[in-house]
């Protein structure tokens, strides 16, 4: 299983903010996991929650959590 993206474009300003998150104790990412991104130029904050496509994998293949 792959990674969230180190960095995406922030909405408000179109700086790069950075991955704060670290993996979980097991190194793994799944889908369902809240990862945070850190805005460099305005400094937002932005929690987003992980799915098939930001893991790079097939959506039947995805590990749902319960809810």
């Known amino acids: 299983m792959t990674s ?3 960095s995406i474009i922030c909405v408000d300003c179109g700086g790069p903010a950075h991955l ?3 993996p ?3 190194n793994e990412w799944l889908v369902g ?5 850190r805005c460099r ?3 937002d904050r932005w ?5 098939a496509e930001d ?3 097939e959506e039947d293949q995805a590990d ?3 809810v």
Not at 33 to 37: I, R
Not at 47 to 51: E, I, P, R
């Open 24 to 26: 979980r104790e097991d």
């Open 47 to 51: 929690d987003l929650v992980l799915t």
């Open 64 to 66: 749902q959590p319960d």
């Open 41 to 43: 130029d305005c400094l």
């Open 4 to 6: 969230p993206s180190p």
């Open 20 to 22: 704060i998150t670290p």
């Open 55 to 57: 893991l790079g994998i």
């Open 33 to 37: 996991d809240v990862v945070a991104y």
